[in-house]
């Protein structure tokens, strides 16, 4: 299945693929760990990352409680 994207200023026309991935797979595989941690500070709007013991103060994990049989 194709997907059409008009763009309105320059009336371009981009067909996409959507069974085949955009990522370049081989570039990201080849990422050094300091690669990575340089995305990771340049990054404008990244995700925290958060130690073991921050994730204990932020999230409590519960059970469901047990439904009653009718």
Known sequence: MNAVIQ???????????????RTDW?????MTD??????????PDPAPILTKEEIAKRY???QPRIKKRM
């Open 34 to 43: 300091s690669d990575i941690q340089k995305a990771v500070q340049d990054d």
């Open 60 to 62: 409590k994990l519960t």
């Open 7 to 21: 763009d309105t200023t320059s009336e371009a026309v981009i067909q996409i693929d959507k069974n085949q991935s």
């Open 26 to 30: 081989a570039r990201l595989k080849a």
